[in-house]
């Protein structure tokens, strides 16, 4: 099984539409979760942390329920430029290692 | 204020030799952590310093290794180059603490060997 696993995707969506990516992770002892976005070829950047009691950033919510070790994020009103590979970052401990997910891939469709 | 930078951009190798990849971290960020993501995977860690030192290594042979100079900044040397070394190399730096801070990312060397 994989530490984090996401939704393969792609995700075909028109703009405007609200969609919405999961993600589980296997090791319960994990203390910090982010969402990154990587465009084509480019370098991953961080969208955003995810907070245990849920956040939002204008159109973007992030979800953790920590008793799944699931994760989550929503996009409402997709724009063109949503289109990306989003990334499930999870992290644990004194190592302070990030494990990826293997990314979800989402093309907004004008 | 500028962010992580790594150079060269592209670095064209052939079996057998070496590559030196360098990085220089977000001001104040005293951790660098390298990845290695091929064509089409997803990001696999490489190693992690942290005020000169490593920290902690991912799955991959000794062949890889790397160093973290008194400014900060790293290199990460790749000895006996192998045709599935082929990858987009990250960079990455965050401030030193918890794992709850999250890591800035640079561009990217993209190494092709031939």
């Known amino acids: 099984r994989k530490e984090v696993e996401q939704d393969p995707g792609p995700f075909n969506v028109p703009e405007g539409a609200t969609v919405a990516f999961n993600c589980t992770y296997s090791?319960?002892?994990?203390?910090?979760f982010f969402w990154y976005r990587q465009d084509c070829r480019k370098e991953p950047k961080l969208l955003m942390s995810?907070?245990?009691s849920g956040n939002e950033d204008g159109r973007f919510t992030a979800q953790l329920n920590r008793a799944s070790q699931y994760i989550s994020l929503l996009i409402r009103d997709s724009k063109l430029s949503d289109s990306a590979t989003y990334l499930c970052?999870?992290?644990?401990?004194?190592?302070?290692?990030?494990?990826f997910g293997s990314g979800t891939q989402l093309t907004v469709l004008p | 204020e500028a962010g992580v930078t790594q150079s060269p951009t592209h670095l064209i190798k052939t079996r057998g030799q070496q590559a030196t990849l360098r990085c220089s971290p977000i001001?104040?960020?005293?951790?660098v952590y390298w990845y290695q993501q091929a064509l089409g995977l997803g990001l696999q860690f490489l190693l992690w310093?942290?005020?000169?030192?490593?920290?902690n290594r991912g799955n991959f042979p000794p062949r890889f290794s790397g160093r973290q100079f008194p400014n900060y900044s790293s290199e990460l040397n790749v000895n006996a180059l192998e045709l599935e070394d082929s990858a987009l190399y990250l960079c990455?730096?965050?401030?030193?603490?918890?794992?709850?801070?999250?890591?800035?990312f640079g561009d990217g060397t993209r190494l092709s060997i031939l």
């Open positions: 970052v999870v992290g644990w401990g004194s190592a302070r290692q990030l494990t």
């Open positions: 310093y942290d005020e000169g030192e490593e920290r």
């Open positions: 990455a730096s965050s401030l030193a603490g918890m794992s709850n801070q999250p890591q800035h």
């Open positions: 090791n319960s002892a994990s203390q910090s």
């Open positions: 001001s104040g960020h005293t951790s």
């Open positions: 995810v907070y245990s």
